[in-house]
């Protein structure tokens, strides 16, 4: 399975655009980039996934590369309540692997006044 | 529009004592699974269910009972509580194993004495 390689930190002015990277260089053609966030003691929260187009919902958008070897995850109005760890992973579309999640250390993403 | 719900919240085990952890979702996701979380590990997958009747282990499966009986409810037994499976387990649900997003519950911290 791909790797995920993520800041372990950032901070963020509240209004203005947060801007998260990620490298997945070992991507491969049937993996998708899916990002969540977990607030402290919550549950993992879905964000937004995409295989090889730009993607947008009402949370985020979703730039990757050309090549698929990284991604960017934008929060278009950073606030207060967006604080959290922000995980970037690939996930297998396999009968066999739709629940295996690698999880890596993530970047933890502090909004401040 | 409850999602995922999970019961109880926080649980204190004596070692071998016996317990079940409650799941249940109202999506109609015929796709369910546990986790657990520690720290520095990621999410580690236990049991999963692609539908009632069915289930199968996952990374870390030891200690762990899973039964399926309806769509809604996938509960998590413990059969003899070790110290070790002191954790934070989560339980998803996902529409199908193929381009849909996983959806977690808020988690239940179990401490084993």
């Known amino acids: 399975d791909a790797k995920t390689t993520q800041p372990p930190s950032m901070d963020c002015a509240e209004g203005r655009a947060a801007n998260l990277p990620c490298n997945h260089s070992t991507i491969s053609g049937n993996e998708y980039v899916y990002w969540y966030r977990q607030i402290h003691s919550q549950g993992p929260q879905y964000i937004i996934h995409?295989?090889?187009n730009n993607e947008t919902n009402e949370m985020a958008s979703l730039i990757i590369t050309e090549d698929r070897k990284s991604s960017t995850l934008i929060l278009p109005h950073a606030t207060l309540r967006d604080t959290a760890v922000y995980y970037c992973i690939v996930r297998p579309m396999t009968t066999d692997s739709w629940g295996k999640l690698q999880f890596g250390a993530g970047t933890q993403v502090v909004v401040t006044p | 529009n409850a999602g995922v719900t999970q019961t109880p919240k926080f649980q204190v085990l004596k070692t071998g004592q016996s317990m079940t952890l409650q799941c249940a979702q109202d999506m109609n996701h015929e796709y369910m699974s546990w986790y657990r979380q520690d720290p520095g590990m990621g999410l580690r997958l236990i049991h999963y269910s692609v539908g009632a009747g069915i289930t199968d282990q996952g990374e870390v499966p030891n200690g762990y009972n899973v039964s399926r009986s309806t769509t809604e409810d996938f509960p998590l037994r413990l059969l003899s509580a070790a110290p070790s499976q002191t954790s934070v387990y989560f339980c998803?649900?996902?529409?199908?194993?193929?381009?849909?997003?996983?959806?977690f519950g808020n988690g239940t911290r179990l401490t084993v004495t």
């Open positions: 995409g295989l090889k």
């Open positions: 998803a649900s996902t529409k199908n194993g193929f381009n849909s997003p996983l959806h």
